[in-house]
Nanobody
Framework: AQVLEQSGGGSVHAGGSLKLSCTGA????????TTWFRQVPGKEREGLAA????????FYANSVKGRFIISQDKVKNIVYLQMNNLQSGDTAMYYC????????????????????WGQGTQVTVSP
């Protein structure tokens, strides 16, 4: 199964910033959505930010709106997640996911609609 390649992440103090990168699927520059999720043990995967292939449409969960920015370099086929003002509650494993067909609006942050996933990268925020 195809796996998206992720990089970035690591440890940072509260208030700091990190940037995650995700090499997109073959269709990513042209169609579909790429979305960042995160997961902590014992909880469901949470959708955070999504971007449509054209780059003009982005969506954010309330928990990260105003702090996280999703962007896309179509030439390099990389989707980024810039995370600012990180807090301890942001500590989680972060995943990117891609879906070729455009999902219904209400399904954008449903993890089960995505076709391919990255391997995950840990983000740890300390006080």
């Amino acid at each position: 199964a195809q796996v998206l390649e992720q990089s970035g992440g690591g440890s940072v103090h509260a208030g700091g910033s990190l940037k995650l990168s995700c090499t997109g699927a073959p269709w990513t520059p042209f169609t579909g959505y790429t979305t960042w999720f995160r997961q902590v043990p014992g909880k469901e995967r949470e959708g955070l930010a999504a971007i449509y292939a054209g780059g003009s449409s982005t969506f954010y969960a309330n928990s990260v709106k105003g702090r996280f920015i999703i962007s896309q370099d179509k030439v390099k086929n990389i989707v980024y997640l810039q995370m600012n003002n990180l807090q301890s509650g942001d500590t989680a494993m972060y995943y990117c996911a891609a879906r070729e067909m455009v999902p219904e609006y209400e399904d954008i942050f449903r993890s089960d609609v995505y076709d391919v996933w990255g391997q995950g990268t840990q983000v740890t925020v300390s006080p």
